[in-house]
């Protein structure tokens, strides 16, 4: 009886499907019949689609025109794919693509589509189902949850019948211009239908589900510290301005960093900076990842369906535990970056590290961490709400209703970014002066803020902020040229 109930499941789940049963090697009457599509109907379609694109109707696709149209079609622009498609699609390399050219890449594509769907489709029904697609993944080497699987499902099968029929497959591939592998599409579904909401915004959300998360920490980790090395000069001036119990000026700072050491003055304590960027992001991805998880089992939810409040919730949570782990390290490098050298002379930093466990004792680590915890959910919060309000702003007023690209989301970015600093700025100053540990050893956090505030007034709050939001606008470009640079090297693209 269950046999006979599952095989009527099956078999309603395929009632909308295709099999081509037409033998010999794999061609375009495989794909027409596929399709149900006779070759006018095919050529009308291919024609409307190139209309679609040829706005201006000059005959002819430019890189504009084409990067229009996969914007209008929620294509994201940032993974590059309007000047791939242009490359792949431009056979004589005159810069844009008429229509015969246009026509060459679907036949290809089409046949490439079909190749693949085939080779999913064991059963060699018609349609790709749920349990063969995950099959097809993990022989690829990625793991896939229910969960994620079901949204993939989801996002190609267009009538919600549960399979995917090869016109489903076709339609959300068509215009992927890469190779046509299981690695790639799995890459390409997470780029158009993830969301990444900021707490993150090197590491891609869900990648820890498949075998190249490593390689985006990689990535991440090279943008960040190559991101930070660029910025180094102006995080050194910050530190020095925020610690000055007098008045801070930031040129007479400049003139006593070079003194010390001409240009590698202001490069002291980087390397501590750099070292921690690969563990910290770590630590921060893969508590987030579990944080997720445990609020959506509390909830009675999906992972995915835990809501913004949640992912903040998590974000910042992991962002503490990020933070405190790796906190001895920062606590060295601002007093590496504070120390006042005697005849040019400094200590290493195993030095001041000893210094500080025989003298202060191992809880000195630790001195300025609460002010620093504190900041993260404020930061987190503001950074969002800005983030996504800029963004809503800028696709209603500027964009037309078109989803914003690249240099629009990194100036929201890097504006959001640079209030959210601003606003918890007042925290980062007590932080930097507790872990300085000089005029400020022994105090708590509540006597840091009462004695700057009676001596330095509100602006004390502030010292060093103009070259801190001076970092901002760099940090991010480079970090995020940087981290697609490497993506495209470590086959991530």
Request: net charge neutral; glycine share 8%; proline share 4%.
């Amino acid at each position: 009886m269950e046999g006979k109930e599952k095989n009527d499941k099956e078999s309603k789940r395929c009632d909308g499907c295709n099999p081509v049963r037409k033998p010999g090697p794999i061609s375009m009457d495989h794909v027409l019949l596929a399709l149900q599509e006779t070759k006018e109907e095919r050529e009308l379609r291919i024609r409307s689609l190139f209309n679609f694109f040829d706005k201006s109707n000059t005959g002819y696709l430019d890189y504009a025109e084409i990067e229009a149209g996969l914007s209008a079609l929620h294509i994201p622009s940032e993974y590059k794919y309007a000047r791939d498609l242009l490359q792949v699609c431009d056979a004589n390399r005159d810069g844009r693509v008429d229509y015969q050219e246009f026509r060459r890449y679907m036949d290809e594509k089409e046949l490439e589509l079909y190749r693949i769907f085939q080779a999913i489709d064991v059963e060699h029904n018609g349609c790709i189902l749920p349990e063969e697609l995950y099959d097809a993944l993990v022989k690829a080497g990625i793991e896939i949850d229910d969960e994620e699987l079901a949204r993939f499902v989801e996002r190609v099968d267009k009538d919600n019948d549960g399979v995917i029929t090869f016109e489903e497959w076709r339609d959300f591939l068509l215009l992927y211009p890469h190779e046509a592998t299981m690695e790639n599409i799995y890459h390409y579904w997470e780029r158009v239908c993830l969301v990444d909401i900021g707490e993150q915004p090197v590491i891609p959300e869900g990648i820890s589900k498949h075998g190249h998360a490593s390689r985006y920490l990689i990535a991440g980790g090279i943008a960040g510290a190559t991101s930070r090395t660029a910025t180094a000069p102006l995080d050194r001036l910050k530190v020095v301005l925020q610690v000055q119990t007098t008045e801070a000026r930031i040129i007479p700072a400049i003139k006593e960093i070079w003194k010390e050491g001409k240009l590698l003055a202001f490069f002291r304590g980087n390397g501590l900076n750099v070292v921690k960027v690969i563990p910290e992001s770590a630590i921060r991805f893969y508590t987030y990842e579990m944080l997720k998880t445990f609020i959506g089992n509390a909830k009675g939810e999906k992972k995915a369906d835990i809501g913004t409040f949640g992912r903040l919730v998590a974000g910042g949570t992991a962002g503490a535990v990020a933070q405190t782990v790796i906190y001895p390290l920062d606590l060295v490098k601002t007093r590496l970056q504070t120390y006042e050298s005697k005849g040019g002379r400094l200590p290493n930093v195993g030095a001041i590290s000893r210094d500080i466990w025989v003298k202060e004792g191992p809880r000195a680590f630790y001195r300025g961490l609460v002010p620093s915890l504190l900041g993260i959910i404020p930061y987190a919060g503001i950074d969002l709400t800005t983030y996504e309000t800029l963004k809503d702003m800028s696709k209603k007023y500027i964009l037309n209703d078109t989803e914003p690209g690249p240099l629009v989301q990194l100036g929201c970015g890097t504006i959001s970014g640079a209030f959210g600093a601003t606003c918890v700025y007042p925290l980062q100053v007590v932080r930097t002066r507790m872990q300085a540990g000089r005029s400020h050893t022994g105090m708590s956090m509540s006597d840091v803020f009462r004695r700057t505030f009676k001596h330095e007034g509100l602006r004390g709050f502030f010292k060093g902020l103009f070259p801190n939001l001076l970092k901002v606008v760099p940090a991010a470009s480079i970090t995020y040229l940087v981290y697609e640079s490497m993506k495209k090297h470590l086959d991530l693209e």
